[in-house]
Nanobody, 123 residues
Framework: QVQLVESGGGLVQAGGSLRLSCVAS????????IGWFRQAPGKERIFVAS????????NYADSVKVRFTISRDNTKNTVELQMNSLLPEDTAVYYC????????????????WGQGTPVTVSS
């Protein structure tokens, strides 16, 4: 069983930055891949970024490449999403997700989800 708790969301002006954190309660954190997804009002939840259990592989949605960076600290069971140059269209609830199978995570079918943290980018 994996429990995920997100934090770091909030209100920021366009062009600003936020850092989201996801802390996982799992005995074998080093064996799960972690990803971030987001759901904007009235839209479907979509993939944002993911990182493999070792940190050696990371993937990003085209819309956030260059602006967002995902990283993990396996000593703290934590994954962070650094979001720079934020745009109003980045406004969404951001969810942390986990799965032992990296491809399932990237394809949007992770087994475990957090409760989400809202991000609002004002223009």
């Amino acid at each position: 069983q994996v429990q995920l708790v997100e934090s770091g969301g909030g209100l920021v002006q366009a062009g600003g930055s936020l850092r989201l954190s996801c802390v996982a309660s799992v005995r074998t954190f080093t064996r799960v891949a972690i990803g971030w997804f987001r759901q904007a009002p009235g839209k479907e939840r979509i993939f944002v970024a993911s990182i493999s259990w070792s940190g050696g592989q990371a993937n990003y949605a085209d819309s956030v490449k260059v602006r967002f960076t995902i990283s993990r600290d396996n000593t703290k069971n934590t994954v962070e999403l650094q979001m720079n140059s934020l745009l109003p269209e980045d406004t969404a609830v951001y969810y942390c997700a986990a799965d032992a199978r990296y491809q399932w995570l990237v394809s949007g079918r992770p087994t475990y989800w957090g409760q989400g943290t809202p991000v609002t980018v004002s223009s």
